[in-house]
C-alpha cells in the first residue's frame, strides 16, 4: 500500500510565503514524476507543477517566478515553495507520485488527500 500525506497548508497573508511537503511511503521501488495541483471552490483541478526524477521541471504560467517544486528521491518526497501569494492561490493543494510499487509491473498514479491553503488578510 502506497500513501502520499501532504503538510504545509495554512492561512497566510497576501504578499506571504509557505512551504508545502509531500512524503510517499509503503513499498516503494520507486517514484517517476512527482507534483502538485490544485483545487479552488467551483474549478476544477488545475496544475501546478510537476518534477521528474531526473529534475526536469513544469510549471503552470500562473505559478512561474512564484512557486518552486523539488523533491528529494532518498525520502521520496516532493515539495513545493510558494512565494509571493495572492488571493488567488487560495484552494485545497493536491500531491501525486506515479510510483512503481513491489510486486506490481507498471507505475501508478497515487494521491494525497489535500491541504488547504488560504490567502487572505
Known amino acids: 500500500q502506497v500513501q502520499l500525506v501532504e503538510s504545509g497548508g495554512g492561512l497566510v497573508q497576501p504578499g506571504g510565503s509557505l512551504r508545502l511537503s509531500c512524503a510517499a511511503s509503503?513499498?516503494?521501488?520507486?517514484?517517476?514524476?512527482m507534483g502538485w495541483y490544485r483545487q479552488a471552490p467551483g474549478k476544477q483541478r488545475e496544475l501546478v507543477a510537476t518534477i521528474t526524477r531526473g529534475g526536469i521541471l513544469n510549471y503552470a504560467d500562473a505559478m512561474k517566478g512564484r512557486f518552486t517544486i523539488s523533491r528529494d528521491n532518498a525520502k521520496n518526497t516532493v515539495y513545493l515553495q510558494m512565494n509571493s501569494l495572492k488571493p488567488e492561490d487560495t484552494a485545497v493543494y493536491y500531491c501525486y507520485g506515479n510510483v512503481r510499487a513491489a510486486g506490481t509491473y507498471y507505475a501508478t498514479e497515487y494521491w494525497g488527500q489535500g491541504t488547504q491553503v488560504t490567502v487572505s488578510s
Open positions: 509503503g513499498n516503494i521501488l520507486f517514484i517517476n514524476a
